[in-house]
């Protein structure tokens, strides 16, 4: 199997924190097949002090981290929205929520997210309610992120405020799912999300079973790499592992590529043409006035990045 070919498999990760990831992940990611990445808005690790950093930390979104992307062959969308743990800083979040909508109608932006639940607080409940207008005012998807701690219920309860709130399932895709929580998003009509994290949320082996079971209609596979211990080759290891475990070419195709594109592609912001066609990679362009080149580096210029075996991709 050839990955990124024109007729072979191309994947989307539909939930990629890259701005805390090197040019040498976007290159091994590129390689591994991997053609359009959706980067949602998240904290940062440790908390915002003040709005004008989530507002550089948007305009890097929809910015810069786009530039860096299209380096390497790749296209870069993203989502906007206040992260649940920073909903709890109300004066914060009053600050941000002003930002959101200007933000919400750039170039490139496919839906409002992560929004959610992280400790189900009123806060939190509060932030999330409003940002679920919005979408619903600005006919944008919306990306969930459902809590760590008390899974379940805090799952059932954000589709629940979603319905309460008018949105429509087929518009809100449901993140970081696992066995617990995925048969009643997929029978209420959400699409179903999973994030492959090395150890902990769901591994390869574990989401393979979650295909047999259910199959691959309103499910997504994606890495949520980030500044942790995390993986972003999960896409491309998953659908490996998939296809030697058996799963249908067509199960995976689904999961970790065509529904990614047909869930955000509501959006208006995202097309299949954005990549099948792609501009010429170009490393001597510069984004005011900075290139990603450091060193004396020689630039790359082609037409398009060379793709490679999945025979190269180890899973752990």
Not at 138 to 167: A, N, Q
Not at 268 to 278: A, K, R, T
Request: proline residues 5%; hydrophobic residues 40%.
């Amino acid at each position: 199997m050839r990955l990124g070919d024109d007729d072979t498999m191309k994947f989307i990760d539909a939930h990629a924190h890259m701005i805390s990831r090197t040019t040498d992940d976007y290159e091994a990611m590129a390689a591994s097949g991997v053609v359009a990445v959706i980067e949602p808005a998240f904290w940062l690790g440790q908390p915002r002090t003040n709005v004008g950093s989530y507002l550089d930390y948007l305009s890097t979104l929809v910015g810069f981290e786009r530039f860096r992307a299209s380096q390497f062959g790749i296209r870069h969308y993203c989502t906007v929205g206040l992260n649940s743990k920073e909903a709890n800083n109300e004066e914060l979040a009053e600050a941000v929520m002003d930002l959101i909508p200007r933000f919400a109608l750039k170039e490139g932006v496919v839906a409002i997210g992560e929004i959610g639940y992280d400790e189900q607080t009123p806060l939190e409940d509060k932030y999330f309610r409003l940002q679920l207008d919005l979408a619903r005012e600005l006919d944008l998807p919306v990306m969930i992120h459902t809590p760590h701690r008390d899974k379940k219920r805090g799952t059932t309860r954000s589709m629940d405020v979603c319905i309460e709130h008018g949105l429509e399932p087929g518009k809100v895709i449901i993140d970081h799912n696992n066995e617990e929580t995925v048969r009643e998003v997929l029978d209420r009509g959400f699409w179903a999300a999973f994030s492959i994290y090395p150890c902990t949320k769901m591994g390869n082996a574990r989401m393979v079973e979650i295909l047999r079971h259910y199959g691959a209609d309103r499910i997504i596979v994606d890495s949520a790499c980030d500044w942790g211990i995390s993986e972003p080759l999960a896409v491309a290891k998953t659908a490996k592992l998939a296809l030697q475990s058996g799963v249908p070419e067509e199960h995976v195709r689904l999961a970790c590529y065509r529904n990614a594109l047909e869930a955000y592609g509501q959006s208006g912001q995202m097309s299949e043409e954005d990549w099948l066609n792609p501009p010429p990679i170009d490393q001597r362009t510069l984004y005011e006035g900075n290139s990603i080149l450091r060193g004396g580096r020689p630039p790359v210029v082609e037409a398009r990045r060379s793709a490679r075996s999945a025979d190269d991709l180890v899973i752990e």
